[in-house]
């Protein structure tokens, strides 16, 4: 039986493609690290889990010297780390990015004003980018406007995202729908509130 290799992951673990975090003396429980690298000063691990299992004893970690790298191996990371002396840099395990629309909004304005949709994401994952595709609709459901934009994450964090350059349509009414989607089915379209556009007198 075959073994398929991710290259491309390995190399990011290597090159640390997801950053890095500082490590001192207290317990960092809310990050995953694919490599912690000690400080040089040494330091003296009691807490190294892997997916929640703790391997200090059965990797023989303990009182470390500097420059030694602890590596988690293969796609395992590490979770949980606590340092009671010294210090280490912990390279961020390089996850996919994960983004989850959260919330989409669309205040009502004037014939041909700006147009700014505001449009908030959740990012449980890595760095990255997602194309952003986006479409309006009239009253009558027709898409009268369409586009796309790139937005960028990084690891686990949230974004709220503005596309610059929209108008409100030129005819004022009631129905118009604002609507994104990031991924390549047009299944997943999520739509905004309906908002209204007014003649602006």
């Known amino acids: 039986m075959s073994q ?3 290259h491309s992951r390995l190399l990011g673990v290597i090159a640390g493609t ?3 975090v500082y490590i001192g003396v207290e317990a960092v429980t809310d990050k995953k690290f694919s490599l912690i690298e000690i400080g040089p ?4 691990v009691t807490v190294a889990k892997i997916r929640g299992v703790d391997v200090v004893t059965a990797r023989g970690y303990g009182a470390l010297p500097a420059g ?6 293969g796609d395992d990371y590490f979770d949980a780390v606590t340092l009671t002396a010294g210090s280490a840099q912990g390279v961020l395990y390089p996850e996919p990015i994960s983004p989850v629309i959260d919330t989409v909004v669309v205040a009502a304005g004037a014939i041909n004003d700006p147009m700014v949709p505001e449009i908030t994401f ?15 609709k009239d009253p009558e459901g027709a898409v009268i406007e369409t586009g796309e934009t790139k937005i960028y994450f990084l690891n686990g964090s949230d974004v709220e995202v503005t596309i610059p350059g929209l108008t409100y349509p030129d005819t004022a009414d009631d129905g118009y729908v604002f609507e ?4 390549d089915s047009d299944e997943a379209w999520i739509a905004s509130a309906a908002f209204e556009v007014t003649s602006g007198a």
């Not at 030694?68 to 191996?73: C, E, H, R, S």
């Not at 959740?122 to 309006?136: E, I, M």
């Not at 994104?180 to 991924?183: D, G, L, P």
């Open 180 to 183: 994104i989607n990031i991924t």
């Open 41 to 44: 000063d040494g330091a003296t």
């Open 18 to 20: 997801a950053g890095d």
């Open 68 to 73: 030694y790298q602890m590596i988690a191996g």
């Open 4 to 6: 398929e290799t991710n």
């Open 122 to 136: 959740d990012n449980a994952g890595g760095s990255g980018s997602v194309p952003l595709r986006w479409r309006l």
